[in-house]
């Protein structure tokens, strides 16, 4: 292994492990998570978190080998796909429908 392949592995360790860590304090804060992994393209991978209690978060990952590795490391179940019983589970409040509404029911403006 080359010196430059050597620091990307080890690089990419250490985003995981900072993602793991991350996933873990989201999970024991809301009792437990489950997660599914979405490519977007360039930026990487968007590990989306949905916690015991209906919270919902999100992380994005560089690839979706370091989104798997952090999500293995930090011990949560994984979905294929965003659908069903897993996405029923995610609760919204106030905040994220006048996000989601935008400027037109008089929510905070995307600008």
């Known amino acids: 292994m080359t010196d ?4 990307d592995t080890k690089r990419a360790d250490r985003k995981a492990a900072r993602l ?3 996933i873990t ?8 998570a489950e997660g599914q992994l979405a490519h977007i393209g360039r930026a990487g991978t968007r590990i989306v978190l949905v ?8 992380l994005v990952a560089p690839s ?16 294929d796909s965003f659908d069903g019983e897993f996405a029923a ?9 006048t996000r989601m509404a935008g400027i037109q029911l008089g929510g905070p403006s995307n600008g």
């Open 20 to 22: 793991a860590r991350e």
């Open 25 to 32: 304090a989201f999970a024991k804060k809301h009792g437990g």
């Open 4 to 7: 430059a392949a050597d620091a």
């Open 89 to 97: 589970r995610v609760r919204t409040g106030p905040y994220e429908w």
């Open 64 to 79: 979706h080998p370091v989104a798997e590795a952090a999500a293995g490391k930090a011990g949560i179940a994984l979905h």
């Open 51 to 58: 916690g015991s209690d209906g919270a919902w978060g999100d």
